[in-house]
């Protein structure tokens, strides 16, 4: 049943649109620094499965992407907005980790001969049998926009530590977060635009998707980037925030509530069912995607709890 359950959480993780219908544009954040914005919905064929972002920092020597969307159209509707603003040429991608709705467009970097940097323990995803039989069942439900010509792309530069890069002409420090959302996560800080790009271990304006998640981990992965001081900061999904203490906050208290309200009863074995239903979760209800992800998430973090 588990098994099921991550198949599914893996199912809403990427994403399609059409310029013009999804609205993808770019959005300044800084001076040099940009994002697109994914919808804050649940991937389906009517939204085209553009649920998650990607930054673009325009450095000196040329540009700078971070993460590449859910499928290679994606990957090539960013391409040309980030040609209505400069001639300079992609020379970089960093992944925030290895999940579907930020890697399938990789291949579309990859062909104009970027490079992709990644955490090194995106490896064990990128080779699992889970990122094999997700890349086929996408392409069975999203073709044309994920098809048969969809390939995982590895990174060419693993990181294993925290780094500052200079990359394309600007500094861009990469720290290792994994294993928290993901084993493999990667936040982007640019001290010369003062922007963070969280990737997925920020969720804004909506229930974060905990799926497989190691939930201590990413409590101790927020606490890490509170002490960043970002003034702006980029999530994974949801709009952008100069208020990036706050929304820090809010994702880690979401989990920290998550833990300590289901901490007993998981470790006591009684019934998911029951635990969940005695929990007072007024304080997230109103927040978008509580009925799609909260009962998952919980399920999730209720299981792993019995198996610290």
């Known amino acids: 049943m588990r098994h099921i359950l991550i198949l599914i959480m ?25 994002y697109v914005e994914g919808a804050s919905a649940l991937g389906s064929k009517e939204n085209k499965n553009f649920i998650s972002n990607a930054g673009v920092v325009i450095a000196p020597e040329g540009v700078v992407v971070i993460d590449a969307l859910g499928s290679p159209a994606l990957a090539e509707m960013l391409v040309a907005e980030i040609k209505k603003i400069t001639s300079k040429p992609i020379q970089h991608v960093i992944v925030t980790h290895y999940h579907a709705d930020h890697i399938y467009g990789l291949q579309v970097f990859a062909d104009l001969g970027a490079k992709i940097i990644a955490q090194e323990n995106g490896r ?50 990469l720290l290792m977060m994994g294993p ?3 084993p493999d996560d990667l936040a982007v800080f640019v001290p010369e635009q003062n922007v963070l790009y969280a990737g997925d271990l920020v969720f804004r304006g909506r229930i974060p998707f905990v799926g497989t998640a190691d939930s201590v981990g990413w409590i101790k992965s927020l606490d890490s980037l509170l002490q960043v001081n970002a003034k ?19 994702t880690r208290d ?16 009684e019934p998911f069912d029951e635990v969940y239903a005695a929990i007072d979760w007024s304080k997230y209800k109103s927040v978008p995607l509580f009925d799609a992800a909260n009962r998952m998430n919980a399920f999730n973090v209720y299981l792993s709890i019995q198996n610290e």
């Open 254 to 269: 979401y989990l920290v509530f998550l833990r300590e309200s289901l901490r007993q009863g998981a470790r006591d074995l």
């Open 232 to 250: 702006t900061i980029v999530p994974g999904h949801g709009p952008y925030s100069t208020e990036a203490q706050q929304d820090l906050i809010f």
């Open 124 to 173: 064990e995803y990128l080779n699992s049998d889970t990122a094999t039989l997700r890349l086929r069942v996408s392409k069975e439900e999203l073709a044309p926009w994920v098809n048969d010509k969809t390939r995982l792309v590895p990174a060419t530069l693993w990181v294993n530590q925290n780094e500052t890069l200079q990359l394309s002409g600007m500094a861009f420090q």
């Open 10 to 34: 893996f199912g809403y993780g990427f994403g399609l649109a059409q310029a013009a219908e999804s609205g993808m544009k770019l959005i300044q954040v800084a001076p040099q620094s940009y």
């Open 180 to 182: 928290a959302h993901t």
